[in-house]
C-alpha cells in the first residue's frame, strides 16, 4: 500500500483570502490600534501622525519578508536582543578558600633504598641508554663502536 508524502510542509494554510491565520491576527491587532487612535483623536492632524506609523508598520509586519521567513517571525527575537545587555563585563571572583596557618611539624617520610638497589637501577638506565644511542648511530649510518 501506498502512502502520499507530504509536500510543501513550510507553507502555512491561508485561511482568510490571502491571508494565513498569524498575518491575519496581526493585520487585526494594528486596525484595532488604528480605530483606538481615530476613536480619539477623530479625524484630526494628530490622528495621522499616529495612525500612518503604526499602519505602515502592521503592514511591514504582515507582509514583509526577510531571508525568505516572514517579519514577525524575527520579532521575539528582537526583543530579546533589546532585552538583554549588550556589555559584557568579566569580573574575576576570588575561590572562598580558608587557609589554616596552624605550624605542625611534618615528619618526613623517606624510605631507606640500599645503595646497591639505587646503583643497580643507574647500570639498568645507563645500559637502556646506551643500546638507544647505539641504534641511532646504525640509522644514521655511523659505524659502531666496537
Known amino acids: 500500500m501506498q502512502y502520499s508524502v507530504p509536500q510543501f510542509t513550510d507553507v502555512e494554510d491561508k485561511l482568510i483570502g490571502p491571508l ?11 486596525g484595532g490600534l488604528d480605530l483606538m487612535f ?3 483623536l ?8 499616529f495612525a500612518i506609523p503604526i499602519t505602515l ?3 511591514g509586519l ?4 526577510f531571508n525568505g521567513r516572514p517579519v514577525y517571525g524575527y ?5 530579546s536582543f533589546v532585552a538583554k545587555p549588550q556589555a559584557r563585563i568579566f569580573k574575576r571572583e576570588e575561590p572562598n578558600m580558608v587557609i589554616n596557618f596552624k605550624k ?9 633504598i640500599s645503595q646497591v638497589e639505587t646503583e643497580s637501577r643507574l647500570r639498568k638506565l645507563a645500559y637502556l641508554l646506551d643500546q638507544k644511542t647505539e641504534e641511532e648511530k646504525e640509522l644514521m649510518g655511523e659505524p659502531k663502536n666496537g
Open 20 to 30: 494565513t491565520l498569524k498575518q491575519f491576527l496581526v493585520v487585526l491587532a494594528f
Open 104 to 112: 605542625e611539624k611534618i615528619k618526613p617520610v623517606v624510605e631507606k
Open 75 to 79: 520579532l521575539g527575537a528582537f526583543i
Open 38 to 40: 481615530w476613536s480619539l
Open 42 to 49: 477623530k479625524f484630526s492632524i494628530f490622528f495621522f501622525l
Open 57 to 59: 508598520v502592521g503592514l
Open 62 to 65: 504582515t507582509f514583509a519578508r
